[in-house]
């Protein structure tokens, strides 16, 4: 008898903290972060209207990678690790290329969340993580089957990683996760006292 696990969902996982330099990197990311929520005035108020409990730069600045040296520096470690996922996904670029189309910080306040969602009009999405207090959110990750499986009945308790209908990935400073931006995913509530503070992106195939 054989099983054989047929069509995949990959979900990579790597982190940017084996560099010696890596709590100063952090830090100076943090401070970014933080910089931006207190100064970006358009997206506080499109996180307040849009019920976003915390600040997201997600709808009112496209320009992360050059208003601040750090983050231009993030898309580079970025770049690198989405072209390593790229190949292990055996993707045919055809001549082409991934190419960073947006980045975005997240300030979630304690007890906030963030519904679930996919990420249409690009080939790679992901999210590099900066500070993870005590509680803060895992990253919920839905099975994408979920929807078809109709009559199917529920998975044991202690069922396989690969065999659940939700996942959840416990991030720390540093972790850097990316999926294929169809896989629905979301946010529970940030059961920490402090802000859970991230950087998500999108890439798409040009």
């Avoid at 970014?32 to 996180?47: K, Q, V, Y």
């Avoid at 970025?78 to 997240?106: E, I, M, P, Y």
């Avoid at 659940?164 to 920490?192: C, D, I, K, Q």
């Amino acid at each position: 008898m054989a099983l054989r696990p047929l069509f995949a969902t990959p979900v990579y996982e790597a982190t940017l903290n084996t560099d010696r330099t890596f709590e100063n990197f952090r830090a100076e990311l943090e401070t970014a972060c933080r910089m931006l929520a207190a100064e970006d005035a358009a997206g506080r108020a499109w996180s307040k209207a849009n019920g976003y409990g915390g600040y997201t730069s997600y709808a009112s600045l496209d320009d992360l990678p050059t208003r601040a040296s750090v983050f231009g520096e993030l898309k580079t470690r970025l770049d690198r690790h989405a072209a390593t996922f790229a190949k292990q996904l055996a993707f045919d670029l055809r001549g082409g290329r991934l190419k960073l189309d947006s980045l975005w910080v997240n300030v979630l306040k304690p007890g906030a969340a963030h519904s679930g969602h996919i990420h249409p009009h690009s080939v790679i999405s992901g999210t590099v993580y900066v500070a993870t207090p005590p509680g803060a959110s895992a990253l919920k990750l839905e099975d994408p089957r979920l929807p078809l499986m109709m009559a199917a009945p529920p998975r044991l308790a202690e069922a396989p990683e690969e065999a659940r209908a939700f996942v959840y990935l416990a991030p720390e400073p540093g972790t850097v996760l990316m999926w294929e931006s169809w896989l629905r995913h979301e946010v529970p509530a940030n059961r920490a006292k402090a802000e859970r503070i991230s950087l998500s992106f999108n890439y798409g195939w040009r």
